[in-house]
């Protein structure tokens, strides 16, 4: 038996009572097998006639998201559960990309037809949850035990050029090899250039699961290398192989000391792979993943101030403007992990006085404010912004560490 939600089972049960069987299919099924805790399940739901019958049965238990409907997909979330609703369908090619498919949805298609048009054999495993039967057609499970990833289909499999991304980031992430026959395709895919027909935010998705959730990314990046892929990133493609090893070897570091949030998480793996790069490759390789600027400010700003030395009070104030230097400190004692014990011994004094200097993971409160200026009698100006400039950099160079000492320090420098 596959455990599921007990939630889920008021929903089933709905579907029953309307003439359909539901499957639970894909990642949720391989997470369990593997003893992975997921609250993303996808549903595949047999006898029902259309999807707008399924919305209709759906509706019930909240707010249906259809947004996937043209792939025969609706979205449920339920208590933090995200649930895809599917009908059996066949795929046909249509065009180049990953959406170039026409989707041809069955009600009464059967299992290992509609399963075929899947992309691993690990990913085709299904949960009949009427009968309390697993469904493995293509010997998924088998895969999982003998730790190696392999295509369904080849026919199926090289119509979406975003599988190859798929495949490198499953490997990664599950410690998985490729068969024979999966990397060959892969590698003619990449030969043939059909990578080039996905968008940069697909590929960004798919580096981002390897880069966040896998133990050791550096797999990943070695099957980068091995199948071509790293042709497609001009600014890794010509790196010695000793930087491509400190890369490697950062970005594992940086797995092992993950923080709770995703975003951080983000900007800290692409700063690993970037921060041996001058700031013009680092920006070209950030913009072929991803157009947010606020991403691609956070990895300049780390990679453009390295720790090297001790750091005055000031100078760390002023670190702190740039940067959060707890941020700086992850990424630096990944890099310096291994290999230079005197700068690892540079960040912890740094750490230490960054948090007597209450700048740790913020940056130092001015005393001044625009009110100060206003009760000297100045009018509003554009020379505010001057003056509360002046007194920060001040304040940052110890020159007041007090609202009463800032007031005496302003009227000094208005006189």
């Not at 029953?16 to 299919?25: E, H, K, L």
């Not at 750490?351 to 130092?364: E, Y």
Request: glycine share 6%; hydrophobic share 40%.
């Amino acid at each position: 038996m596959i455990d599921y939600p007990n939630k889920l089972n008021k929903i089933f049960d709905k579907l029953r009572n309307n003439g359909a069987f539901v499957i639970i299919i894909g990642g949720y099924i391989r997470d369990k097998l593997l003893k992975i805790d997921s609250k993303d399940i996808d549903i595949e739901v047999y006898g029902v006639s259309s999807f707008n019958k399924l919305e209709s049965i759906l509706e019930e238990f909240g707010s249906v998201n259809s947004v996937g409907k043209s792939f025969g997909v609706c979205k449920l979330n339920i208590d933090g559960l995200d649930l895809d609703f599917s009908l059996p369908r066949e795929d046909s090619k249509t065009g180049s990309g990953h959406k170039g498919f026409k989707v041809n949805t069955q009600a009464d298609l059967d299992f290992i037809t509609a399963t075929r048009r899947r992309d691993f054999t690990i990913n085709a495993i299904g949960y009949n949850v009427a009968k309390k039967k697993i469904l493995d057609p293509f010997n998924g499970i088998e895969d999982l035990k003998n730790k190696i990833l392999k295509a369904v289909d080849r026919k199926s499999f090289i119509e979406d050029p975003l599988r190859v991304y798929r495949a490198v980031q499953f490997c990664a992430r599950f410690d998985l090899r490729m068969d024979r026959e999966l990397f060959s395709l892969c590698s003619m895919m990449i030969k043939d250039n059909m990578l080039a027909e996905l968008p940069k935010q697909r590929i960004f998705q798919e580096i981002k699961k390897l880069l966040l959730k896998a133990q050791k990314p550096s797999l990943g990046f070695i099957l980068f290398q091995e199948l071509g892929i790293v042709k497609e990133f001009d600014e890794l493609h010509n790196l010695s192989q000793y930087n491509w090893g400190q890369i490697l070897n950062t970005i594992d570091n940086l797995a092992q000391n993950r923080t709770s949030s995703e975003t951080t998480n983000t900007v800290l793996a692409l700063a690993g792979i970037c921060y041996i790069l001058d700031s013009t490759k680092a920006k070209s390789f950030i913009l072929r993943l991803s157009d947010e600027k606020e991403l691609l400010k956070k990895v300049l700003s780390l990679i453009s101030n390295p720790i090297t030395a001790v750091l005055s009070d000031a100078k760390l104030y002023r670190l702190a403007t740039k940067v959060k230097i707890e941020e700086l400190l992850i990424l630096n004692r990944a890099v310096f992990k291994n290999t230079n014990n005197q700068l690892l011994q540079v960040c912890d004094e740094i750490q230490i006085r960054a948090k007597h200097l209450g700048i740790f993971n913020k940056s130092m409160l001015p005393l001044l404010r625009g009110r100060d200026i206003l009760a000297c009698g100045m009018s509003p100006s554009k020379e505010f912004s001057t003056i509360l400039k002046m007194g920060y950099e001040a304040q940052m160079d110890g020159e007041f560490y007090s609202h009463e000492d800032a007031i005496v320090w302003l009227k000094k420098y208005l006189a």
